[in-house]
């Protein structure tokens, strides 16, 4: 499975956008990217996924480059309750997804 | 809410006993995996379960195994705990084996002392 790297962790303030970048050097041509969020002493919760190009929902962007080694999530006007840690995975295996140590954000007032 | 539900919340152990945890998938969901999230750490994969039986398996020994029962609801179970199990264990049921949308609970914290 491929391994992903990303910021250990990023401040910001509130109102601003947050863009996260996650490399993935080895990704297969079956692996989707998926990010995962996680508040303390809860489980993590699924953001948004994608295989190329840009993905977007109610709460997040993702963007992937032609190369898809690389892909960065985008948290538009973030709030104080943004505040968590943000996982990258790329899995093409069924079976199990591997969390890496995930970037934690600080979203300041 | 995830609708999955993880039991007890909090666990304390002594070095050597077992313990067992359960989870509650969401309903439909037919795959569960568990999880070990030690402190200031990612979650690492334990093993999934799909239909009542194992379906992949990480980087843990024997002593950790699980069940999945006909409703879908799961179990973990830990033999001789040592120091280092203690931790965050998450259940997280999934529509299908090949779907990685995972819809975790918010998981029982295990001390062992």
């Known amino acids: 499975l491929a391994k992903t790297t990303q910021p250990i962790s990023m401040d910001s303030y509130e109102g601003q956008e947050v863009n996260i970048t996650c490399s993935h050097n080895n990704i297969a041509t079956n692996d989707y990217i998926t990010w995962y969020q996680q508040f303390p002493s809860q489980g993590p919760r699924f953001i948004i996924q994608g295989y190329k190009t840009k993905v977007t929902n109610e709460v997040a962007s993702l963007f992937i480059p032609a190369d898809r080694k690389s892909s960065t999530l985008s948290l538009p006007r973030v709030s104080l309750s943004d505040t968590a840690v943000y996982y990258c995975l790329s899995s093409g295996g069924y079976n199990k997804l591997i969390f890496g140590a995930g970037t934690r954000l600080a979203v300041h007032p | 809410e995830t609708g999955v539900t993880q039991s007890p919340t909090h666990l304390i152990k002594t070095r050597g006993q077992q313990v067992t945890l359960r989870c509650s998938s969401q309903s439909g969901h037919n795959t569960v995996s568990w999880y070990q999230q030690a402190l200031g750490q990612g979650p690492q994969f334990i093993f999934q379960y799909y239909r009542e039986e194992e379906n992949g398996r990480g980087n843990f020994p024997p002593r950790f195994s699980g069940l999945q029962f006909p409703n879908y609801s799961s179990e973990l179970n830990v033999n001789a705990l040592e120091l280092d199990d203690s931790a965050l264990y998450l259940c997280?049921?999934?529509?299908?084996?090949?779907?990685?949308?995972?819809?975790f609970g918010s998981g029982t914290q295990l001390s062992v002392l």
């Open positions: 997280a049921s999934s529509l299908e084996r090949g779907n990685e949308k995972l819809f």
